[in-house]
């Protein structure tokens, strides 16, 4: 029997998440908890890199924790961002969310529509002069790096945030019936926080191939994945799940 649910990320912000509708048609309890969190580098850490990001007159921007920790690391070093400075960002809404930093002008801003660089390379090479400064997690992928080697645009690769276990404390109970994880890292800071995790009552759900064989590497039990043909998202995995675990129809 499923009574209560840890959901590893945060909290929906819109009433209408299914996880509610899936609360309210089972009388299960669904509780969500970040396994993970996204934390900066100190101001002597990304000093290590010898970076200077004033020498630079463009900002490639994949995600809003890049802008959040670039305008952060760039406050507590008393860098002052000049307003001449062009943002390259892959989407419109990582485009969008720079006007918590700066004053949005559409000038400076470039974005693409299809959420891959490739789109917005063409905005690049027209201004292809530009010294790109790219920020990124400790653990990214090579994909900005290679595409701007292969057209030649100078720029310069900094570490700037990285992704650390939201461990437990020895006051949080940890008792659930179903975990469901949704990366590689959760999977990680599931195994770190209990070493020695007892699935005899536990069932786990993953989501997506790489969190799944996570799991199975870290020699999890594994009792639902997802994305499915027939389930294509973790909600409507989750609700038919519980509904044959107990039993409804």
Do not use: W
Request: glycine share 4%; aromatic share 10%; hydrophobic share 40%.
């Amino acid at each position: 029997m499923i009574k209560k649910v840890l959901v590893s990320q945060p909290q929906p912000t819109s009433e209408k998440s299914p996880y509610f509708d899936i609360a309210r048609k089972f009388g299960v309890e669904i509780v969500f908890r970040p396994f993970i969190k996204v934390e900066s580098l100190t101001p002597k850490e990304f000093r290590k890199q010898k970076i200077d990001i004033l020498s630079h007159t463009a900002v490639v921007f994949t995600s809003r924790h890049a802008i959040d920790h670039f305008f952060g690391l760039c406050k507590e070093m008393r860098i002052a961002i000049p307003e001449t400075m062009k943002y390259f960002c892959i989407t419109e809404t990582v485009a969008l969310y720079i006007q918590k930093y700066v004053q949005y002008r559409k000038r400076k801003i470039f974005f693409g529509a299809t959420g891959k660089m490739d789109d917005v390379l063409p905005a690049m090479l027209k201004h292809n002069t530009e010294r790109f400064f790219v920020p990124h997690s400790e653990v990214h992928n090579e994909e900005v790096a290679q595409l701007m080697e292969e057209n030649n645009l100078q720029h310069t690769e900094g570490v700037m945030y990285r992704t650390v276990s939201n461990d437990f404390s020895a006051k949080e109970k940890f008792d659930y019936d179903m975990v469901v994880l949704f990366s590689p890292s959760g999977v990680n800071a599931l195994t770190k926080n209990f070493p020695k995790l007892d699935q005899t009552n536990l069932r786990l759900a993953t989501f997506g191939p790489a969190t799944a064989q996570a799991a199975k590497d870290a020699g999890l039990r594994l009792d639902l994945e997802a994305p499915t043909e027939r389930y294509p998202s973790m909600t409507a995995a989750l609700s038919a799940y519980i509904a044959s675990v107990n039993g409804e129809k």
